[in-house]
């Protein structure tokens, strides 16, 4: 991409950049840094930010013209180079060369048959351009001294491009040397390229990373310029903006993360040889060897001799690309369509809605995506829907534990919800009323309705905590469908006395909560389902399917979706789907 030839030397200019001092270049970035510094602009004012940030960029960039380091010839001429270095240090160069594929660039070819998982690729540390190098580098004392490059291993990775660039006799020359001179990022693009952007979602980014590529610049020329510690790098007679948003594309669209040398955290590092491949869909295949210390590749799919092999640099959408890695890729099956959705706070129920989307990990306010392949919409985008739709009608649900149906293993406002369970003829008119749940003073309690089991229907009778007597057993609920009485009421479920389900029959519980030895309490079920011919064969929702796993309840939604745990209060816990 963007091979144009270097000249390797650096030119003192002529005309108007002779003329030039370091002076008035100081004081054209001390105006340029004075306004990235400012406020972040109102909505509609960012385009005219950009253009007031671009104008002052191209007066520093007219007048640092000529004053960049550049190499003599092409890429191209200075692959064998980069071969041969990497050879002699331990790197695998056998099986694949260097081919410039006409749509995709440059890009590694295979000149063997390479099967799916075989290692063809590894690239030892000592080669490797990374954090801790630089801080080994001419580069470290100013990195000890300078906040910035020690928070941001992005703009020290940059530099330490920079000042290996500057110098000829560095390690690292082979590999700088195949780097290509410019880039399709968007801190490359002409003005009229970024309007076109302007009604995309991109557009933001792209603002945005121009602004911090301009700031960072003007900053670190005042620092080049004026810090003691800046005196011995290569960079303090030319340090242009030509230069630093090269150096910031090529560690944006290479760099990658990998464990330092114990182990106990990770940096950012260049990888040589094996930025060269271009990507394509599937999985990771790259990993770090901590026993032999070096990067390890495999492939992705088998390869024929002659076929470009590639690599999948990750689940990115193709707005990150173009933003990142200067490339829109056709077919890309995590491509995704950013919406930024959050709960009004002037919402009447917004106390509710933010307390029931914290608990289920989720905030009031946040970026969700609407992804190209199925499902489209995720797991958390529909909960937080379900959440941000809630009416005043549903609030009671949080103030007090409500009662489990067996049937539909969820919570009884799910029911409501016809388009999720249908309604046939017999349940029309039959819909369900929340009942207060039983005091725990003992009180009378309504009575518990029993699931037929074996042909009979097995009660459940109870000793309230408080004393207060025992509960009365229910009438027998009809054996048809339709009948009987035990469709006129709810069963209660008390949290403290049910510590889990459990298939035993009918038995008793104390105040303690815990079951005699052997027995159990029966399943409870709705006014929906408790009357129902063959209410022993649980059905399930048809929006998920719900088990109760340890102390919580787990909900699989539609198509694999991910799993989300729903804890409704200390005592109860059940999935969002059912709650919602």
Known sequence: MGKKSRVKTQKSGTGATASVSPKETLNLTSELLQRCSSPAPGPGKEWEEYVQIRSLVEKIRKKQKGLSVTFDGK???????????????????????????????????????????????????????????????VLGPLYSQDRILQAMGNITLAFHLLCERADPNSFW????????????????????????????????????????????????????????????????DAFTYEDYRWAVSSVMTRQNQIPTEDGSRVTLALIPLWDMCNHTNGLITTGYNLEDDRCECVALQDFRAGEQIYIFYGTRSNAEFVIHSGFFFDNNSHDRVKIKLGVSKSDRLYAMKAEVLARAGIPTSSVFAL??????????????????????????????????????????????????????????????????????????????????????????????????????????????????????????ERPELYPQRDRGGEGKFKSGG???????????????????????????????????????????????????????????KICFCCFI
């Open 514 to 572: 815990k079951p005699k030895s052997g027995r159990g309490h029966q399943r409870i079920l709705c006014r929906r389902h408790g009357g129902r011919q063959g209410a022993a064969a649980p059905r399930r929702c048809r929006l998920h399917r719900a088990e109760l796993s340890g102390s919580s309840w787990t909900v699989q939604l539609h198509r694999r979706a991910p799993l989300f745990t729903f804890f409704l209060s200390a005592e109860r």
């Open 75 to 137: 890429r191209e001429d200075y692959f064998p180079d980069l071969m041969k270095w990497a050879s002699e240090n331990g790197a695998s160069v056998e099986g694949f060369e260097m081919v410039n594929f006409k749509e995709e660039g440059f890009g590694l070819r295979a000149t063997r048959d390479i099967k799916a998982e075989e290692l063809f690729l590894w690239v030892p540390r000592k080669l490797l351009m990374t954090v801790e190098s630089a801080k080994n580098s």
């Open 371 to 492: 992804h190209f392949t199925e499902p489209p919409v995720s797991a958390q985008l529909l909960a937080f829907l379900r959440v941000f739709c809630m009416t005043e009608g549903r609030q009671g649900l949080l103030e007090e534990p409500q009662p489990f149906c067996a049937r539909n293993n969820g919570h009884q406002a799910a029911l409501r919800r016809k388009g999720d369970f249908g309604e046939s003829g017999e349940e029309r008119g039959c819909q369900p009323e929340v009942l207060p749940q039983a005091d725990g003073g003992g009180g009378p309690a309504a009575p518990v309705r029993g699931e037929r089991r074996g042909g009979r229907q097995a009660a459940l009778g109870l000793e309230e905590p408080g004393g207060g007597g025992r509960r009365p057993r229910g009438p027998h609920p009809g054996r048809g469908r339709g009948r009987g009485e035990g469709r006129g009421e709810w069963a209660r």
């Open 173 to 236: 020359q082979p590999y700088i040397q195949t780097l290509p001179s410019e880039y399709d990022t968007p801190l490359y693009f002409e003005e009229d390229e970024v309007r076109d952007l302007q009604s995309t979602q991109a557009i933001h980014d792209v603002f945005s990373q121009y602004k911090n590529t301009a700031r960072q610049y003007a900053y670190f020329y005042k620092v080049i310029q004026t810090h003691p510690h800046a005196n011995k790098l290569p960079l303090k």
